[in-house]
């Protein structure tokens, strides 16, 4: 599309072309092209497909609407798309190797605790005496831990499935779970690092067009999938229209947003140029979230190989052991 449009074509040409190249009815270009065509807006359009483009996507080309240029925004979208896609695919090269360890590992532990566990104790308890029944007691023990801790995994994964399910409908609910969630350690503070990053590059693109603050706020809301966060946000705006300065506004909710953005938030209030610190914070956040997608590639896989040696210590402790100590008391 970017290419399409850069070459002098408008929105509707651009999207005629690009369904033409791709002639199936379900194509993503067909469909808006035809959109379009019954008088939709590109952004109204790409909104109503929220179940193909995800909320960030359709947040931007949105702003680009609110701009007046939503050509204009093509150029910013491939600039977030690509910084986002060597985000996922750090992180997924940082989460492949360790789920194939630990599925591998999980599928190991089953093997023996269904096919050979049963073996081991069938074949020592002929043998009798105190190693054997230690032996056997152990088995069972893993056996019943095993058992207990794939319960425990299902429950967790069912009630985050159920809470999600429910968030959906329960706005007080959803503000709850988001509100936690940007509080755990490590994991919320890199999540609000996210939706910085995705505020301030809507915040940078709606200021440059000439939108005031007040109004650039409400709009960027759209780029943000926490409400917890969105919450914060429309607050900022509310004093922002009572009178109250940036930096104030945002100072209020300093547990929600990062204490370098309140910052940032006092230099352009002092330069009179708003739009060069959102730029700045864009810039800041997209390297710390790099930063911390690098930091824990690297403590990764150290945890994984105590992980796995905490397991062949337990597997050692409670089947090695007892097997030796039998075949000494046989031999």
């Not at 049963?118 to 095993?146: D, H, Q, V, Y």
């Not at 988001?178 to 919320?188: M, V, Y």
């Amino acid at each position: 599309m970017e290419q399409l449009i850069n070459s002098g074509l408008s929105i509707k040409d651009a999207l005629e072309i690009s369904s033409l190249i791709n002639k199936k009815n379900d194509n993503i270009s067909n469909i808006l092209y035809q959109q379009i065509q019954k008088g939709t807006s590109f952004a109204n359009a790409v909104n109503q497909m929220d179940t193909i483009f995800p909320s960030v996507y359709r947040g931007i080309i949105s702003v680009g609407d609110k701009v007046g240029s939503v050509e204009k925004i093509f150029p910013r979208l491939r600039l977030y798309l690509e910084t986002q896609k060597k985000l996922k695919d750090k992180l997924m090269g940082a989460m492949l190797y360790p789920l194939i360890v630990l599925i591998t590992a999980f599928l190991v532990f089953i093997a023996m605790i269904f096919f050979v566990f049963p073996k081991l104790k069938m074949m020592f308890i002929e043998f009798g005496g105190e190693a054997a029944s230690l032996l056997e007691k152990n088995i069972s023990r893993m056996e019943t831990g095993f058992i207990v801790f794939f319960i425990i995994i299902l429950i967790i994964v069912l009630s985050i499935i159920t809470l999600k399910i429910v968030a959906k409908t329960n706005k007080g609910l959803k503000l709850f779970l988001d509100s936690f969630i940007l509080h755990i350690p490590l994991f919320g503070k890199f999540l609000t690092y996210l939706e910085t990053l995705h505020f301030s590059f809507a915040m940078e693109t709606l200021i440059s067009g000439g939108i005031t603050i007040e109004d650039s706020i409400q709009e960027s809301e759209f780029v943000l999938t926490n409400s917890a966060y969105k919450e914060a946000l429309e607050d900022v705006k509310n004093r922002i229209t009572r009178g109250e300065s940036l930096s104030e506004a945002f100072a209020i909710h300093e547990k929600i947003f990062p204490d370098y953005m309140i910052k940032w938030m006092m230099v352009g209030e002092k330069s009179g140029k708003p739009e060069h610190v959102f730029s700045q914070l864009r810039n800041y956040f997209q390297n710390e979230i790099d930063l911390y997608t690098t930091k824990f590639m690297a403590l990764i896989e150290p945890a994984l190989i105590i992980l796995i040696g905490l397991f062949l210590i337990v597997l050692i402790i409670n089947v090695i052991v007892p097997v030796f100590s039998l075949y000494g008391s046989i031999l």
